[in-house]
């Protein structure tokens, strides 16, 4: 009987464009694929003996044999790309509008509301790269001591500012006004705090980030687990992306491979419910600054770790590896990429070698967990498990 889900998101690891994706300026994006041909091929072999090689044609990744596992790759069926539309699909919720974006600056009725709360003024108001925008306008902040306020290609609301100038505590209530603010039809779908450092010319994001996000409009994969006595454990920025709903115990991560470490440390402790992992340097410090080279390497050292994450699964685990999004490192834009996400199912429990062929909703993984764990369903997504489940 199984007792226990891993699911861990290789954040913004898409596996090539939708049929929309030109909707969204995003045809020929295949994040996977293109990042691996750029750097010549990667070198993934516990990814690749678990059917990696059979969801795409990778540089450097086999088609092998007999995989280990199961395998496929899902469409995402809400409007959007972005990180919290593609996570709250995965636990069971359509978005049939996507978030409001703002490409030209928030407006004022937006702005000046926020800046009246907060009692100053704000510097930018602009679309922006967070790392670019805190060189050009960090020095003029911590002269004033107003803070940075941008957003991006996603439906986000971004405070930037210097720890020394702001405290954290203080963002972090910048940040809860404006989420307080953003509602529909302002929703945008996270608020970000972006503490920083450093001096002009060298400033530096630190791993104080806090996201504030809106609540999932109804109930989801982790309300249901929890509501039926299970641990759910949030590793990474989980517990922001469901506004803490649905989860027992958050444990931050500062990158990729604190994140794994976490995972295994938790796995060693939870007894059952599921275990939920975003690894977010993919997206965040690769696909976003177009380093294919250092996303390779990020991939290739995910895989080194993998043995372990298998070595400390319970005989009635179940292994869920996928993705968010995309963001495809070699595309003239630093923006999410509209893709298919990858899909490798793992455990003694499941067959080895079986295609899962291309799932029409990332929620088939939400209505996957509901029912190996045996409890209420969500109210989207097809089972996968009659098609993997060994008896």
């Known amino acids: 009987m199984i007792q226990r ?3 861990i998101v290789l954040d913004s690891v898409g596996v090539g464009e939708l049929p929309d994706a030109h909707l969204y300026g995003d045809t020929g994006s295949n994040t996977l694929k293109n990042l691996a041909a750029a750097v010549g091929g990667i070198n993934v072999p516990n990814l690749e003996g678990m059917g990696l090689g059979h969801i795409i044609d990778i540089m450097g990744v086999a088609r092998v044999d007999e995989p280990l596992g199961a395998f496929g790759k899902m469409a995402e069926r809400s409007a959007g790309k972005d990180t919290t539309t593609g996570h709250w699909e995965m636990a069971g919720q359509i978005l049939e509008n996507p ?3 703002y490409p030209n600056g928030f407006p004022p009725e937006v702005l000046e509301e926020f800046k009246a709360r907060i009692g100053r003024d704000v510097l930018g108001n602009i679309a922006a790269s967070g790392t670019e925008i805190i060189q050009k306008l960090g020095k003029e902040h911590m002269e004033t001591g107003k803070p940075i306020v941008y957003t991006s290609a996603d439906s986000v609301f971004q405070i930037a500012a210097h720890e020394e100038i702001i405290p954290l505590e203080t963002l972090y209530e910048y940040c809860r006004i404006a989420r307080e603010i953003l509602q529909p039809p302002h929703g945008v779908g996270r608020v970000i705090a972006r503490p920083f450092i450093g001096s002009p010319g060298n400033f530096v994001r630190t791993a104080n980030r806090h996201d504030y996000s809106l609540e999932p409009p109804y109930p989801m994969l982790l309300d249901i687990l929890t509501e039926s006595g299970y641990n759910v454990v949030g590793i990474g920025k989980i517990k922001d992306i469901y506004a803490g709903r649905g989860i027992t115990q958050s444990i931050p991560t500062i990158n990729n491979q ?3 470490a976490k995972t295994i440390e938790a796995m060693t402790r939870t007894i059952n419910g599921l275990i939920f992992t975003n690894l977010v340097e993919f997206d965040m410090k690769f696909g976003h600054r177009n ?3 250092g996303y390779a390497d990020a991939l290739e050292e995910f895989d080194r770790e993998l043995p372990e994450i298998i070595n400390a699964m319970d005989k009635n685990d179940i292994l869920f590896i996928t993705a968010d999004h995309g963001c495809d490192p070699t595309m003239a834009s ?4 509209r893709e298919y996400v990858p899909l490798i199912i793992y455990g003694r429990h499941v067959k080895n070698g079986v295609s899962l062929g291309t799932r029409q909703s990332f929620a088939d993984v939400a ?3 509901t029912s190996l764990l045996k409890t209420s369903p969500v109210p989207h997504g097809t ?3 009659k098609d993997f489940l060994i008896d």
């Open 5 to 7: 889900v891993i699911l």
């Open 99 to 101: 978030f409001p974006t």
């Open 258 to 260: 604190d994140g794994i």
């Open 291 to 293: 380093d294919p080279r």
């Open 334 to 337: 630093t923006d999410h990429t």
């Open 367 to 369: 209505a996957t967990i």
């Open 383 to 385: 089972d996968m498990s």
